[in-house]
DNA sequence: AAAATTCTGATTGACGTACCTCAAAAAAAA
DNA sequence: TTTTTTTTGAGGTACGTCAATCAGAATTTT
């Protein structure tokens, strides 16, 4: 029982190692019949090329390109770190993490840094962006030069990326508001959605599942239109101080997106936070105090660690034309409070 | 920039190459000064074992046990297919994973398991087992036999582990308390905890947690004596229907083990779910289909892939003697709603 | 200084795969 | 049939490491 080799699959089928490894490679020069009669020996016997002995043979090296927001966000920069952590370890051997930032809230930057990719010195590209046009134009022609594609964080349906590593911002926001209308002990209220811009993609799937299931499940609590913070405090202070005097019903607040600590910030000011329920996404440091704090109630988050090794993972698999495990690459919508912070 | 290799370090160190091997795999016969000119360069090229190079070359096969209660639990099952599948993944290459159940509730039992395996044939053993006098001694030989042990699900702090795999409990009911409290909207009433046996350090674990919150933060909840199911429905449903008696001012449950299913059915038998917060743990089947149904509001979990493939990186990590990657064996306490259910 | 002991070097052969060459065999075309 | 072309076989080298041997050098002991 014990794993077959190329030299079994080579007496299987009666034939040569040579030929073996021309099949296995698609390497030309083998007549039709005869491949057919390895790759019944490779069905037979059940093998499964050792990548990291091919890999050892071939002396490869996996060049990754992570194309991420330039942004000062806490989350993009612990992204980051996981990120670097996961390619020292040896479990992501021969892995060459490059990561290429990209102004934010600037969809020209982004098609400026896709082209600015040598891609004849690529083999995989992460890439966390809004979906537009010229962004589609820029994968679709990289996927063409035969390099793997995978979407980080918010998906790019319609762009031709392999797979997509994140959660979905649909049952992101789903959650978000069961825990919105268990977590609110008022008979009614409204409740505030923040996200930093609308354009987003996430932002779009997490306030529809956000509304949806408020709508159904909690009719009492009243959602205010989704109030865009763009990434200025300031905006953002003054927003909040115009809702809570239009608005003195107010019970909750769902930050969509980042600026959770422009959007603390704003409510500590008018001494409202006691009495509100706030529920946030990602776990940053600045959440996890304001968790202990007792002034978040509850994360909508993802495990960044996860992310990253996910993403280099399908990468690789992808480069290799190997199956992915799924089961190990989905991820969870993870529900932090104060009682469970990783 | 490239990848030193065991070349590198021996003209580095102006040694020869087995030279560098013998102090790489700490063989005997190398001077002290010698072994330190070799440590020296190691330190200074940055070198790094290439683990798949050397596993090819040892033709290591890590051969495990998995000690597992033999109960009909469904969590169990679960926990088994993961492993499964987490050893035939190409991930976990060169793994042999053998399951030996033991029979639930009995001391003896595991330690007859613990006697009955043959060490060697055996490179590492993970066990999910409450820790008795008798089972820390016999985990002590095999432990001096030169076996990696890892604790699963349910510690073993006194015994002779190398690692925990699973959650910390005491948080976990930190958790469950926290939910608990926010969940229930009456004003005042009684909280009841159900678990399969006390004597298990993580019912335990679990209980003082969810206590020390509901006490601190939500005094206005009374727990009452925890009840032991023992694996027996009709017990189980004896004491609802007297708990339900006793206390028409029951708000909630707490299921801190098994037996979840006789639980939902006990108070769907009296009609009490609709007004009851239950939060219950471990996803199976079960509670996923109980959370759809409402009838379970909320589900303390850790994910059993995660745990499998975690133990097993671990027990691989030990007999390579090498340093574990924390971040990524750290099990989550996973909340789950019936929105977010993976 | 000689003998005994401890270290070290040089070399070899795995492991499973990739990739290359050269010659031989088989098939196709003339 | 002969020639040309296409397939195939046999063999080698390499990747980075482990494991082993054996001879010779360095060190310590006598």
Redesign the interface.
Known sequence: MVKPTVHDIASEAGVSLATVDRVLNSRSGVRAKTVERVQAAVEKLGY?R????A??ARQKQYRFAFLLPDSASQFVGTLKA?LL?ASD???M?RINVKVVPVPAQDPHGVVRALHGLNTTKLDGLAIMAPETPQVRDALARIKREGIAIVALLSDLPNAARDHFVGINSY??G??A???MG??V?KNRGKVLTITNSMLARDSIDRRLGFDA?LLQEFPHLMTLPSVEFRDDADRMAMIIKEVCATHPDLVGIYSMGSGNQAMIEGFRALARLDDLVVIAHELTPFTRKALLGKEI?AVIAQ?V?HLA?SALRILRAKCDG?AI?E??E?I?????????I?
Chains 1, 2 share one sequence.
Do not use: M
């Open positions: 499964v050792d990548t990291y002995a890999n050892l996981a952590e370890t040896h479990l051997e049952a992101a789903r959650t508001a069961f825990l268990r977590f002990h299931v109630d495990n660690g090794r190997v495990f089961a190990q989905r969870r919508i993870d529900v932090v409070t104060r009682e469970n990783p």
